[in-house]
């Protein structure tokens, strides 16, 4: 990686130790899920590996992203100014879960833009992680699981990560609720942005959601099904998807052509005294500032339709 950490050397040490402790942490974690489903799953999401991402096939696979990207989707992205120096973390929201077209096309205009001189690590729930194939598959393209030990080591080396924090709650959130920047109060990355000593570069977008239309939630569908303890999903949504109609979100799918607009909003900057991390009051502020920040970049952007559907 040809990047430059500008972060000064006491904020680097604080970032590996922050690492160390996740890591720790995580391998304590998974020891204990050794059983059943849970198990399995955590095993095989965390073989996580910075090194993973594959440019040979992100080469060979530009021609099909290229077409969804510029065509079927129609992607417009800009604030690229907003991005600064690296490391940052990116916040952001998305839609259509398991797919989220909208996330990954941010990665697609980010290795477009920067190339291997900057990697960006973006990041997925475990259970997709933990799928034979699709996980391979994610991991060539950098993607790390979701969980604070991969996260937190990706920032002490100088690498930019992309975290959706409201997971399956947001990413399968109601069609009628699609503009609404919500991080359902998960407030995590805000500690780990201040011990990492990076700053948080919201992402605003919209159209994500017109790809797979969202009809229900099914928070108790997915609690009836045992779903939350199993795979720790909380919901288990019904959608409208090619070639099924309607059906489970899960089921694999042919995304709806849609206008995906997504900005990256100015940063969020914070004071990385680790102590700020235990300050209950400062970390909701600044949760409360960044999920307002995307809300507000998702109102100028809504503002920009042509029609309420595709638009």
Do not use: C
């Given at each position: 990686?040809?990047?430059?950490?500008?972060?000064?050397?006491?904020?680097?040490?604080?970032?590996?130790?922050?690492?160390?402790?996740?890591?720790?942490?995580?391998?304590?974690?998974?020891?204990?899920?050794?059983?059943?489903?849970?198990?399995?799953?955590?095993?095989?999401?965390?073989?996580?590996?910075?090194?993973?991402?594959?440019?040979?096939?992100?080469?060979?696979?530009?021609?099909?992203?290229?077409?969804?990207?510029?065509?079927?989707?129609?992607?417009?992205?800009?604030?690229?100014?907003?991005?600064?120096?690296?490391?940052?973390?990116?916040?952001?929201?998305?839609?259509?879960?398991?797919?989220?077209?909208?996330?990954?096309?941010?990665?697609?205009?980010?290795?477009?833009?920067?190339?291997?001189?900057?990697?960006?690590?973006?990041?997925?729930?475990?259970?997709?992680?933990?799928?034979?194939?699709?996980?391979?598959?994610?991991?060539?393209?950098?993607?790390?699981?979701?969980?604070?030990?991969?996260?937190?080591?990706?920032?002490?080396?100088?690498?930019?990560?992309?975290?959706?924090?409201?997971?399956?709650?947001?990413?399968?959130?109601?069609?009628?609720?699609?503009?609404?920047?919500?991080?359902?109060?998960?407030?995590?990355?805000?500690?780990?942005?201040?011990?990492?000593?990076?700053?948080?570069v919201p992402i605003a977008t919209v159209g994500g959601a017109d790809a797979m239309p969202v009809l229900i939630r099914g928070d108790k569908l997915s609690h009836a099904l045992r779903l939350d303890k199993l795979l720790?999903l909380k919901v288990f949504p019904l959608a409208v998807s090619l070639p099924w109609g309607i059906a489970p979100a899960a089921l694999p799918q042919l995304?709806?052509?849609?206008?995906?607009?997504?900005?990256?909003?100015?940063?969020?900057?914070?004071?990385?005294?680790?102590?700020?991390?235990?300050?209950?009051?400062?970390?909701?502020?600044?949760?409360?500032?960044?999920?307002?920040?995307?809300?507000?970049?998702?109102?100028?952007?809504?503002?920009?339709?042509?029609?309420?559907?595709?638009?």
């Amino acid at each position: 990686m040809g990047t430059t950490d500008h972060r000064p050397a006491k904020v680097r040490r604080q970032a590996r130790k922050q690492a160390d402790q996740a890591r720790a942490a995580m391998e304590d974690r998974r020891s204990g899920q050794q059983g059943g489903l849970s198990g399995w799953v955590a095993r095989r999401a965390g073989r996580w590996d910075l090194s993973r991402q594959d440019e040979a096939s992100l080469h060979r696979q530009k021609f099909f992203w290229n077409l969804l990207v510029d065509y079927w989707f129609r992607m417009e992205i800009d604030g690229w100014e907003n991005v600064g120096e690296p490391p940052v973390l990116l916040v952001g929201i998305h839609s259509g879960a398991p797919f989220v077209w909208d996330a990954w096309t941010v990665g697609l205009q980010w290795w477009r833009r920067f190339g291997s001189e900057r990697t960006l690590h973006g990041t997925a729930h475990d259970a997709l992680m933990a799928i034979p194939g699709f996980g391979r598959f994610f991991r060539s393209m950098g993607v790390l699981p979701a969980a604070p030990d991969a996260i937190a080591t990706a920032l002490a080396e100088g690498r930019d990560v992309a975290l959706w924090p409201g997971g399956e709650v947001d990413s399968l959130r109601p069609w009628s609720e699609r503009d609404r920047a919500n991080l359902a109060g998960r407030k995590g990355f805000v500690k780990m942005a201040i011990r990492a000593g990076v700053p948080i570069v919201p992402i605003a977008t919209v159209g994500g959601a017109d790809a797979m239309p969202v009809l229900i939630r099914g928070d108790k569908l997915s609690h009836a099904l045992r779903l939350d303890k199993l795979l720790r999903l909380k919901v288990f949504p019904l959608a409208v998807s090619l070639p099924w109609g309607i059906a489970p979100a899960a089921l694999p799918q042919l995304p709806l052509p849609a206008k995906i607009r997504t900005r990256f909003m100015p940063p969020v900057e914070l004071d990385h005294d680790p102590a700020r991390a235990d300050d209950d009051a400062y970390v909701d502020a600044k949760y409360r500032e960044v999920q307002d920040s995307i809300q507000r970049g998702v109102d100028a952007l809504t503002r920009k339709r042509a029609l309420p559907l595709f638009g």
